[in-house]
């Protein structure tokens, strides 16, 4: 009875261990956002942005992520393709959030140096793992219809080429409304940031589905 009662103790150890090594090993991937302001709440009360109500609406869903926003006001994409390798190694993302150029476009940088950074960034990620969703913009013609036009055709450029996801327009929908935006005309306001969510989900949705960590 003795023997019995000891097998059935180290059978009962056995299958604690693994169900704390199944939870160990379902420990939530990262979601890396890496923006500028758009993305970064400029402007916004903390905790309002669409970046936070993306980690906000995981944790309703229970879905196994955590979000990491890495955006910075003002960045370019020469500026997020130095960051970016040791966010990489910092983070091991699976999935990265690509949400640069408008501030390129609004300077009247390179579109060519603009379209190479993305790339490097694309290429960047996948080589550590990551899927990446990649965000477009559009740009006023303060540098010409012709500028503004290539500006915005990179994106969809690019995803086909590198073939990874692709949200067109991050400002689909609202971008001729003045009601969404702060005092500058420029940065999305408040209101604003649910939208900005609907529209990147779509995409993101497949890419969460597709883990692979």
């Known amino acids: 009875m003795l023997n ?3 097998a059935w103790l180290r059978i009962a150890l056995l299958a604690a261990t693994l169900v704390t090594g199944g939870a160990a090993s379902g420990k939530p991937a990262t ?3 890496f923006g500028d302001s758009l993305s970064a709440e400029y402007g916004l009360s903390r905790g309002t942005g669409w970046v936070k109500l993306l980690s906000d ?3 309703k869903e229970a879905a ?7 955006s910075i006001s003002g960045e370019t994409t020469s500026g997020g393709r130095t960051r ?3 966010l990489l190694q910092q983070h091991q993302p699976s999935i990265v959030v690509l949400q640069l150029g408008a ?4 300077r009247g940088l390179s579109l060519p140096s603009m379209r190479e950074n993305l790339a490097a960034m694309i290429r960047a990620s996948r080589g550590a793992g990551a899927r990446v969703l990649l965000i477009g913009m ?3 013609p303060n540098y010409g219809r012709e500028y503004s036009e290539r500006f915005a055709g990179i994106y969809a450029q690019l995803a086909g080429d590198e073939k990874v996801a692709l949200v067109p ?3 689909d929908g609202f971008a001729d409304n003045l009601e969404y935006f702060q005092a500058d005309r420029i940065h999305p306001s408040e209101r604003a940031q649910p939208r900005m969510l609907e529209t990147v989900w779509p995409q993101l949705a497949p890419l969460l589905r597709a883990r692979k960590r």
């Open 4 to 6: 019995l009662t000891a």
């Open 31 to 33: 979601i890396v956002v």
């Open 57 to 59: 609406r995981l944790a």
């Open 64 to 70: 196994q992520y955590s979000v990491v926003n890495a």
């Open 84 to 86: 970016l390798p040791q």
């Open 103 to 106: 501030n390129d476009g609004l």
């Open 138 to 140: 559009r740009i006023p």
């Open 169 to 171: 327009f991050l400002l």
